[in-house]
């Protein structure tokens, strides 16, 4: 092992410590560190970082200063401890901001995405994506968070799902109704469940038994999206798993307007259940959705007719 892969152990360790996962990050600053070696280089300079991150085809605009962004974590912690390596600068490959729109789903088109999920061959992955489906419409939990679920963070006795290690290493507790509950014992009773050759805990499985990957999911639900007949609204609106998350928040607070609730009160609440660590990132949840903004006009309207009068 070179001193440099040696220094990128050190980095990554001390940073999931941190509770940064750095899942792509890990792997490509292991093949940074690999491309260095094939080189010779112990150095980091901004010309090599540049030239690696540059080397691959872009797949899209912000793909190589991504690769640049991953190496510039990695060089200012080694600045920190030796100089000698450069940081590249920040602005030196261009950047275009994209950030996708919420597709937010109707209640019908999530009953329609659900039971579209036949369009999966076997009924076993079927009823995985249908019950998947279901889970992250009624909770709001993250995708990676449902697959990481083990059969002990069902807990119906207190109508609670235990989430474990979110992100930022956060763990929550999300209320279960009980119908959710049913539904999720129903698809662990199920004979047709793959047995993997080492035991899981798992709750979501994949055709082989193991535990479903995230890759997996995306490219399962591309195939019931079509089947249910779902088109993007735009270029960046276009419906994703992660979609279901952003449409529970909204349909939580616009549940507080139409029964005449303080939405402020349950917006700290909202930002807790969801795991965000700052409530800045559930009212970016909230920014695309008319019928939202609109009852929210209404009611500051109405405020300040009460106030004039």
Not at 41 to 66: C, F, G, K, M, Y
Not at 78 to 89: G, N, Q, R, Y
Not at 234 to 243: A, E
Request: proline share 7%; hydrophobic share 40%; charged share 20%.
């Amino acid at each position: 092992m070179s001193s440099l892969e040696q220094h990128l152990t050190e980095y990554l360790a001390l940073r999931r410590a941190m509770g940064y996962k750095l899942a792509r990050a890990g792997k490509l600053l292991a093949q940074f560190a690999a491309w260095m070696a094939e080189r010779d280089q112990r150095v980091i300079t901004s010309e090599l970082a540049l030239q690696w991150a540059t080397s691959p085809p872009a797949t899209d605009s912000n793909w190589h200063r991504h690769r640049l962004t991953v190496v510039r974590g990695f060089a200012a912690h080694l600045h920190a401890i030796d100089p000698v390596h450069e940081v590249p600068p920040a602005d030196v490959l261009p950047w275009r901001p994209r950030r996708a729109v919420p597709y937010l789903y109707t209640d019908t088109e999530i009953l329609t995405l659900m039971d579209s999920a036949r369009v999966i061959p076997t009924p076993h992955r079927a009823a995985t994506m249908r019950t998947l489906i279901g889970l992250l419409a009624v909770t709001g939990i993250r995708v990676g968070e449902a697959l990481h679920l083990d059969r002990s963070d069902i807990d119906p006795a207190n109508e609670l799902l235990i989430v474990r290690e979110g992100k930022f290493g956060k763990s929550r507790e999300v209320a279960l109704h009980p119908s959710s509950i049913m539904a999720l014992r129903a698809y662990l009773a199920r004979r047709d469940r793959p047995i993997a050759p080492e035991p899981t805990a798992a709750v979501f499985t994949s055709a082989a038994g193991t535990r479903m990957s995230y890759c997996n999911v995306h490219l399962a639900f591309k195939r019931i999206v079509a089947q249910a007949g779902l088109h993007p609204r735009s270029v960046n609106c276009r419906p994703r798993p992660h979609d279901l998350r952003h449409t529970f928040a909204v349909n939580t607070l616009l549940d507080a307007y139409r029964t005449d609730e303080n939405p402020a009160t349950r917006l700290p609440l909202l930002s807790t259940y969801l795991g965000h660590v700052h409530p800045g990132s559930t009212y970016w949840y909230l920014q695309a959705a008319p019928e939202l903004l609109a009852l929210a006009g209404d009611r500051l309207e109405r405020h300040l007719q009460g106030a004039a009068r």
